[in-house]
Structures are given as C-alpha cells and as structure tokens.
C-alpha cells in the first residue's frame, strides 16, 4: 500500500527504457511473477530503502513506496527497444540517493539503477519530467513492429527470440490492402478486449508490410569494398508489419498481425478482414499471435507546451 506525506514534495522523473521480453511476464506487476515493472520497482525499493526487510522507515523518515506509470503496457513475451514511464519521488529521497556522490538526485539515482537493473532491461535515459508531462496520457504515438521469417528461410539464429518463423509464403500486397482497412479512427473490438470501463476504439496514423531488403552491415556496395566478405545486416529478408497509433488496447497488435498472416497465406480475404474491422465483434479468428516478433519500437510526445493538454485531452472516452 503507497503512503505519502500531505506536505511532501514530489519530483517527477521520466524515465527511458528498453527490454528483452522474453523473460517477463509482461510489464505489470504481478505477484510472484518476474515483470519489467516489477524488477525496475524492486531496485528502486533497495536503492531508496523505501522497504527495509526488518520492517523499519528508510533514512529519510519518508514512507513511500516507487509506482511506475507506463506509457504502453506490453504483454508477456513482448520487447521494447523504446519504452518510456514516469516515477513520483519524494524529494527528499531523491536528493538521498546523492550519498557521497558529487552529482545532483537525478544522475544518482540514475547512475544506482544502472547498476542493479537485471540485463535485460536497460535504462536509456532519467531526467526531471517537463510541467504536465504524463508518461500514458501525454503521449502522441506508439509504433510497434512485428518481425516474421516466411517461407521456410532459414533465419539467423541470434535473432530466434525477436522473429516469428513462418513457413508459409505471404502475399504482401494483400496483406497491405488488409492493412489499409485499419487506418483511421475505428473499433477494434473484433482484435482486441478493453480494459474494465474502457474502449477499444483507437486511431491508426500507419499500417504496412514491408520486405527488408538483403544489405550488409556497412551499406558498402560489394564492388567497392576492400574486403572480400560484407556481413549481412542481421534482418535482412525479414518481413515486417509497422503500426503507428495514438494508443493500443490489449493483444490489438498480435491480432491485427494473426488476421493479415491469415490474409496474406490466402486462409483469409481482404473483404473478411474490412468486415471485421466495420462490424466488431471478439471471436475465435481474430486472436493474437505469438509474442515473441513484437517490439515497442517508439514512443513520441508533443512539444513541452502542449504535454498537459494532451493528457487532458485523451482521457475523456472515446466514442466514434
């Protein structure tokens, strides 16, 4: 249970992340489950001392407990190469974590955190959050991208964590006329489930699949190399779905890719897929794939001036 002072001063810090999801179970809190918020809240916990194991008040005679808020919740499996959250933090707690220290509250605590994060969350980056800065609610835009290895090719192996196999052929154009459907503002109701009291009505700014092109490491054309062997970028050959919206409700992502996949292996027609986006209705086709080619590739926000009328803005419901 969180306990704050009436007359303490709060210090919101932003905080920029990315991770490995393969082992969490989601970002969420969950008891007795490894989770990214979990394992960034229990550090913040030994650094701060804001939980003794004896059961005593930190040095500070402040008791308080660290709550992230996340910018995106991701599901279990799913990674993030740019995350980003908020954290309260009393101020006298913050400037504690100076010690001996010769920098100010905020690069302590950075520095601290680094050191005791497991390594597979990193931490990008901590600073003071500008006024009226929202990690979920100021939010513009997410981008999500999801990675498949089709037809049988033999992807590289370091990458077996990130990419979904797929043994299959994809036909991209239908699955871009599919994708297409999504753009807009919508009820994605047949691919995704609200949260209590919430909505699955969301915008899509982009949708598309690509095909990476085969290029090596340096971008060097082979003739005018001076060696012999030019590496091969490491996702070349991959086919990759982008999605940009101003917010996801739950699974939306790995469903919308489940249904294209359908789509693109000629299981599914581009017609079912539009109908399925004009009339939104959960059922047994418009599940989500699996985790594991996900990724949580950005997160963007509006100029400092406009980040508190952001907020406000998208937390009224959404209706269409």
Known sequence: MEHQEKDMSLVRLRMDLAYD??????????????????????????????RKSDGEV??????????????????????????????????????ACRGHMGVDGVLALERRLRHLLPADIVLLGLRAAPMGFDAR???????????????????????????LDLEGSLDLEAMNEAAVECIGLHDFGSFARPN??????????????????????????????????????????????????????????????????????????VQWFADKIAHPLREGS?????????TLEQVAYPPDDQLAERAQAIRARRTL
């Open 286 to 294: 418009t599940g989500p794939i699996a985790a594991r080619g996900l």
């Open 21 to 50: 999801g393969g082992g969490f179970h989601g970002w969420a809190r969950q008891p007795g489950l490894r989770t990214v918020q979990g394992c960034i809240e229990h550090a913040l916990s030994l650094i701060t001392g804001a």
């Open 196 to 269: 209590p009291g919430g909505t699955t009505i969301r915008k899509v700014k982009a949708a598309h699949w690509d095909l990476v092109p085969t290029v090596n490491l340096f971008g060097v054309a082979p003739e005018q190399s001076a060696v012999g062997y030019l590496p091969p970028f490491m996702e070349s050959g991959l086919t990759v779905f982008r999605i940009v919206a101003d917010a996801f409700a739950h699974n939306m992502v790995r469903s919308l890719v489940a249904a294209c996949i359908q789509v693109g292996l000629g299981r599914r027609s």
């Open 58 to 95: 930190s040095h500070s005679q402040v008791v308080w407990e660290p709550r992230l808020v996340v910018a995106g919740r991701t599901d279990t499996g799913v990674h993030a190469s740019h995350q980003v959250a908020h954290l309260d933090i009393p101020e006298v707690v913050l400037e």
């Open 137 to 163: 609610f100021s939010a513009l835009e997410r981008t999500y991208l999801y990675r498949v290895s089709q037809g049988g090719r033999l992807g590289d192996p370091r990458m077996r964590g990130y990419v």
